[in-house]
Nanobody, 119 residues
Framework: QLQLVESGGGQVQPGGSLRLSCAAS????????MAWYRQCPGKERELIAV???????NYADSVKGRFTISRDNGKINLYLEMLSLKSEDTAVYFC?????????????WGQGTQVTVSS
C-alpha cells in the first residue's frame, strides 16, 4: 500500500495563498494519475485537480485559473498551489493516487489537511 501524507494546510485570509504537499512512501510499479480532492463543510468530496502520467492537467471550474497541480515523478510527491483563495475554498483537502503494483491496480488516499479561508 502506498502511504500518502498531506501537509501545508492552515488558515489564510481571502485573497491569500497556500501550497499543499502530498508525500508518498511505499512500493509501487507505476503511478498513473494523481489528484487533489476536497470536501467542503456539509458537501460531498469533489475532484478539483488531476494530473496524469504525461503531466496533462485538468481542473474543476471552481478552481481553474487559481490552483495549479504539479508532481515530482522522481519522488512521487504531489503539490497544489492555491492562489486568490476564497471563503468557499474552505475544506479538507485530500490527495489521491492511482498506481499499479504487481500487475494490480490500487488507489490510495491521504488523511486530509484542513484549509480555512477566513478574515
Amino acid at each position: 500500500q502506498l502511504q500518502l501524507v498531506e501537509s501545508g494546510g492552515g488558515q489564510v485570509q481571502p485573497g491569500g495563498s497556500l501550497r499543499l504537499s502530498c508525500a508518498a512512501s511505499g512500493s509501487f510499479s507505476v503511478v498513473s494519475t494523481m489528484a487533489w480532492y476536497r470536501q467542503c463543510p456539509g458537501k460531498e468530496r469533489e475532484l478539483i485537480a488531476v494530473i496524469s502520467s504525461d503531466d496533462t492537467t485538468n481542473y474543476a471550474d471552481s478552481v481553474k485559473g487559481r490552483f495549479t497541480i504539479s508532481r515530482d515523478n522522481g519522488k512521487i510527491n504531489l503539490y497544489l498551489e492555491m492562489l486568490s483563495l476564497k471563503s468557499e475554498d474552505t475544506a479538507v483537502y485530500f490527495c489521491n493516487v492511482d498506481y499499479i503494483k504487481n500487475g494490480r491496480k490500487f488507489v490510495s488516499w491521504g488523511q486530509g489537511t484542513q484549509v480555512t479561508v477566513s478574515s
